[in-house]
């Protein structure tokens, strides 16, 4: 199993960005997506979840800026970013995860850096 972060950079406070991860060798439609972030010296947080029948989870912190997605055609989730401040600077990893009837299953990718300035 592959699971492919793309689209962190460097933007300005306020500005936008749009994340992807692509998950190959799984049922991609059975797994619940979601986002978790890690800023340095910190604890990796939750930033949002999509579910298999698409229902939408919200950190407060990220509440009405971040908007989730998936593509099960494509086996990608997305998360549009906007209206980024500093304090989302951090390297964004991407979960996948099934409660299977016969044991759980998660793969977690590698992360991408997104780094806010003021």
């Known amino acids: 199993v592959q699971v492919v972060e793309s689209g962190g950079g460097s933007v300005q406070s306020g500005g936008s960005l749009r994340l992807s991860c692509e998950v190959s060798?799984?049922?991609?439609?059975?797994?619940?997506m979601a986002w978790y972030r890690q800023a340095p010296g910190q604890p990796r947080e939750f930033v949002a979840r999509?579910?298999?029948?698409?229902?939408?989870t919200y950190a407060d912190s990220v509440q009405d800026r971040f908007i989730i997605t998936r593509n099960n055609s494509k086996n990608t989730m997305y998360m549009q970013m906007n209206s980024l401040k500093p304090e989302d600077t951090a390297v964004y990893y991407c979960?996948?995860?099934?409660?299977?009837?016969?044991?759980?299953?998660?793969?977690w990718g590698q992360g991408t850096q997104v780094t806010v300035s003021s």
């Open positions: 060798e799984i049922i991609f439609r059975m797994y619940s």
């Open positions: 979960n996948a995860d099934w409660q299977a009837p016969w044991g759980p299953k998660t793969f």
């Open positions: 999509i579910t298999a029948w698409e229902g939408t």
